[in-house]
T-cell receptor, first 110, second 115 residues
Framework: QKEVEQDPGPLSVPEGAIVSLNCTYS??????FMWYRQYSRKGPELLMY????GNKEDGRFTAQVDKSSKYISLFIRDSQPSDSATYLC??????????FGQGTILTVHP | KAGVTQTPRYLIKTRGQQVTLSCSPI?????VSWYQQTPGQGLQFLFE???????NKGNFPGRFSGRQFSNSRSEMNVSTLELGDSALYLC??????????????FGPGTRLTVT
């Protein structure tokens, strides 16, 4: 079993929809939780990061962490075609080594 | 501020050869991590360097090695290439091995094809 599980999708939604992306993990040592966005033929881009359980909002993006359930989510409100990309969750222990989920391919169609 | 740069961007090699990839981190960043990305395995951690020392290592064979120079630039080397080494190799830089190290910024990657 992988330390981080992420539904690879693909996920296809209409423009303006609310998108929910999720990851579960098994390693209790994970303390930092990140979401990356990767466009085709590009490196991953850090979207959001959080340390504690709870919600963190940045514009149309909300990251949610539930450490008791070992579950993290990323919500995208009012999704746009420019949000079409692969979304990767990543987690780190105190030593900074990142463990990534498989990535979810998202397509937002006009 | 310039981002992470990686050279070359594309590379085609033959089985059995060796290859060296280069990464220049963001100015002021002292940690460099390397990752392999494939469709089947996703993004997998290779190793991390800080102050010219390997700080963390992933589960890859000894054919994969790296080093970091005093200016924080890093290289990774793969010897005796196998077909399964075909992948996108990504370099990420961060400030250093402390609480900020989770903020890693990735370069565009080097696409390696082994034939």
């Amino acid at each position: 079993q992988k330390e981080v599980e992420q539904d690879p999708g693909p996920l296809s939604v209409p423009e303006g929809a609310i998108v929910s992306l999720n990851c579960t993990y098994s390693n209790s040592a994970f303390q930092y939780f990140m979401w990356y966005r990767q466009y085709s033929r590009k490196g991953p881009e850090l979207l959001m990061y959080t340390y504690s359980s709870g919600n963190k909002e940045d514009g149309r993006f909300t990251a949610q962490v539930d450490k008791s359930s070992k579950y993290i989510s990323l919500f995208i409100r009012d999704s746009q075609p420019s949000d079409s990309a692969t979304y990767l969750c990543a987690m780190s222990d105190s030593y900074g080594k990142l463990t990534f989920g498989q990535g979810t391919i998202l397509t937002v169609h006009p | 501020k310039a981002g992470v740069t990686q050279t070359p961007r594309y590379l085609i090699k033959t089985r059995g050869q060796q290859v060296t990839l280069s990464c220049s981190p963001i100015s002021g960043h002292r940690s460099v991590s390397w990752y392999q990305q494939t469709p089947g395995q996703g993004l997998q951690f290779l190793f991390e360097y800080f102050s010219e020392t390997q700080r963390n290592k992933g589960n890859f064979p000894g054919r994969f090695s790296g080093r970091q120079f005093s200016n924080s630039r890093s290289e990774m080397n793969v010897s005796t290439l196998e077909l399964g080494d075909s992948a996108l190799y990504l370099c990420a830089s961060s400030l250093g091995p402390d609480v900020m190290s989770y903020e890693q910024y990735f370069g565009p990657g080097t696409r390696l094809t082994v034939t």
